[in-house]
C-alpha cells in the first residue's frame, strides 16, 4: 500500500466535499483508522477547505437569522432547554459521594423516562383508537410533542419537508409540513399563525396542477405542535386557506393564506 | 421566546470545534448561536452557489440549521469536521431543492454538453467566492467536470453521458481536478 499515492488519489477530496460513493467513504474511513498519515492529510483538506469558504463569502440577509431562529422556536427548542443533561461534558467534578447521589438519580430518571415514554406511547394510540373511531381522524387534530415526534421522522432519509410562507411574503414563515414519501404520512408543524375568527378554520391542501388533495383542517391553538394530516400519495406544492369551519371540498384560492413547495 | 430573545445579543465568545460539538448535543442554544453565526454566510454562499437564486436559497439554509439542530446527535465528530458534516447537509438540501418543482428552471452555468465549457467563460458576481474562486484556476475541462459534479450533483455515469465520454475517464479527470483544488488550497495557506 503506497500511503503517499493514496493521498495524492484524490479520493479524501472526493469524499470530503461529497463526491464519493459509499464504498469509497467506508474506504477512506477505514485507511484514516489505520493509518494517520491519510487522517491527517483528510483533516489537513477539511480545515482548509473550510477556511477557504468561510473567507469569502456572500453575506446572508438580516432577516435570514431571524427566520432560522423562529422556525427554531416552532421546533419546540424551549421545551429541549429544559431537557439539558445535568452532568454536561464540561461540568465540573465534586466530591465522589456526590456521585453517588448521582447514580441514584440517573436510576431513578432512567426509570421515568421509561414510563414517560410508555405512558406517551399509550396515550398516543389511545388518541389514534379515539380518533379512528370517530370516523374523521382530523376532526379532533391528533396534537402530539413537537420534539418526541419531530426527530425520528425528520431523520428518515424518506421525508421532505417545506417551509410554509405567505404569498405575499416568503420572509414569513408560518408553518412546516413533511411528507413521507414512503408511507405518504404528511406532518403539520404549526407556526406564528393567527386564530381566524370563529366560525372559520384552517385547511391544508396539497396542489398539482389542477388538482387539489384536502389534507383536513386544523385549528391554531397549540402553537409549535405538530398535526398529523391526512395522507396524499404524490406531493409537490402545498397551500393552507381559511374556509368555513369544517372545511370546503374544494380551496378557496382567494384566501390563500401560506404556500409551500418540496 | 427564548431564542429570539438571545440571538441579538452578540456574543463575542469563541468556542474550539470539541467545545462546540459539545454545546450542540446539549441543544445549548447559545453553542447554536454561535454555530449559525459562525457557518451560515459560508453555507448561505454554497447553496446559493448551487441554486443561483437567493430567496429559495434562503429557504434553503433554513432548513439546514433546523436539519442540523434536530439531527446533531447523529453527527460524529471522529468521521468529519463539523462543517464538513454541515456542508454536505446543505448540498443535500439545494439538490433536493433544486430537483423539485420549478426551482429546475433556475439558469445553470452548464446546460449542455456542447454549450457547457463556452457557457463556464461567463462569471457570476457568486463565482468569485469560496470554492468557486480556486475553480476558476482549474483548465476548462476540469471546470465542466467539477460545476456537472459537485454544483449540479451529477454522477459519474451521468456525466459521461452528458459529455460522451466513458464513466471511468470522468472518474479520474475529476480526481485530477481535486488533486489541483487542493494542491490550490494548500497554497492560499
Redesign the interface.
Given at each position: 500500500m503506497n500511503i503517499q499515492e493514496y493521498i495524492e488519489s484524490g479520493i479524501i477530496e472526493s469524499c470530503v466535499l461529497g463526491l464519493a460513493t459509499r464504498a469509497e467513504q467506508q474506504q477512506l474511513e477505514s485507511m484514516c483508522l489505520e493509518y494517520p498519515e491519510i487522517n491527517n492529510a483528510k483533516k489537513a483538506f477539511e480545515l482548509a477547505l473550510e477556511n477557504q469558504l468561510m473567507k469569502d463569502v456572500v453575506t446572508p440577509p438580516a432577516g435570514l437569522k431571524e427566520k432560522v431562529f423562529l422556525s427554531l422556536n416552532m421546533h419546540g427548542v424551549d421545551k429541549s432547554y429544559s431537557y439539558k443533561k445535568e452532568n454536561s461534558y464540561n461540568a465540573p467534578v465534586q466530591r465522589m459521594y456526590i456521585w453517588k447521589w448521582v447514580a441514584v438519580a440517573s436510576i431513578l430518571l432512567l426509570l421515568g423516562s421509561i414510563y414517560l415514554t410508555y405512558s406517551i406511547r399509550d396515550e398516543y394510540q389511545k388518541l389514534q383508537t379515539a380518533t379512528n373511531q370517530s370516523g374523521d381522524p382530523l376532526n379532533d387534530s391528533t396534537y402530539f410533542d413537537a420534539i418526541m415526534v419531530l426527530k425520528p421522522i425528520v431523520e428518515k432519509p424518506s421525508v421532505k419537508w417545506s417551509t410554509m410562507v405567505e404569498p405575499t411574503d416568503s420572509a414569513h414563515c408560518m408553518a412546516h409540513v413533511y411528507w413521507d414519501t414512503l408511507s405518504t404520512d404528511t406532518y403539520l408543524l404549526i407556526g406564528n399563525i393567527p386564530k381566524p375568527v370563529s366560525d372559520k378554520q384552517f385547511q391544508l391542501w396539497e396542489i398539482s396542477g389542477n388538482r387539489s388533495v384536502d389534507l383536513g383542517v386544523f385549528d391554531v391553538s397549540k402553537e409549535g405542535k405538530l398535526v398529523q394530516m391526512r395522507n396524499v400519495n404524490n406531493a409537490k406544492d402545498f397551500v393552507i386557506t381559511i374556509e368555513p369551519r369544517g372545511g370546503s371540498a374544494t380551496p378557496t384560492l382567494k384566501t390563500r393564506y401560506a404556500i409551500g413547495k418540496l | 421566546?427564548?431564542?429570539?430573545i438571545v440571538?441579538h445579543l452578540d456574543l463575542k465568545s469563541t468556542y474550539k470545534e470539541v467545545?462546540l460539538v459539545?454545546l450542540l448535543k446539549?441543544?445549548?442554544?447559545h453553542g447554536?448561536?454561535y454555530l449559525?453565526d459562525?457557518?451560515?454566510?459560508?453555507i448561505?454562499?454554497?447553496v446559493?452557489q448551487i441554486i443561483k437564486q437567493?430567496?429559495t436559497s434562503?429557504?434553503v439554509?433554513?432548513?439546514v440549521?433546523?436539519?442540523v439542530?434536530?439531527?446533531i446527535d447523529?453527527y460524529d465528530p471522529a468521521?468529519?469536521?463539523l462543517?464538513?458534516w454541515i456542508?454536505?447537509i446543505a448540498?443535500?438540501a439545494a439538490f433536493?431543492k433544486m430537483s423539485?418543482?420549478?426551482?429546475r428552471q433556475f439558469p445553470t452555468a452548464v446546460s449542455t454538453a456542447e454549450d457547457g465549457i463556452s457557457d463556464l467563460v461567463t462569471r457570476s458576481a457568486?463565482d468569485?467566492?469560496?470554492?468557486k474562486?480556486?475553480i476558476l484556476e482549474l483548465n476548462e475541462e476540469q471546470k465542466v467536470l467539477i460545476e456537472l459534479?459537485?454544483y449540479k450533483g451529477l454522477t459519474n455515469a451521468e456525466i459521461a453521458e452528458k459529455l460522451g465520454i466513458p464513466s471511468e475517464t470522468v472518474k479520474t479527470k475529476?480526481?485530477?481536478?481535486?488533486?489541483k483544488?487542493?494542491n490550490s488550497?494548500?497554497l492560499?495557506?
Open positions: - | 421566546m427564548f431564542f429570539t440571538y467545545e459539545g446539549q441543544k445549548d442554544h447554536f448561536i449559525y459562525r457557518c451560515a454566510p459560508a448561505y454562499t454554497s446559493l437567493e430567496e434562503q429557504q439554509v433554513q432548513d440549521f433546523i436539519k439542530w434536530l439531527t447523529n468521521r468529519e469536521r462543517f464538513t456542508l454536505q448540498r443535500e433536493d423539485s418543482g420549478n426551482d457568486i468569485n467566492y469560496g470554492l474562486n480556486l459534479c459537485y475529476i480526481k485530477i481536478a481535486l488533486c483544488l487542493r488550497l494548500e492560499k495557506k
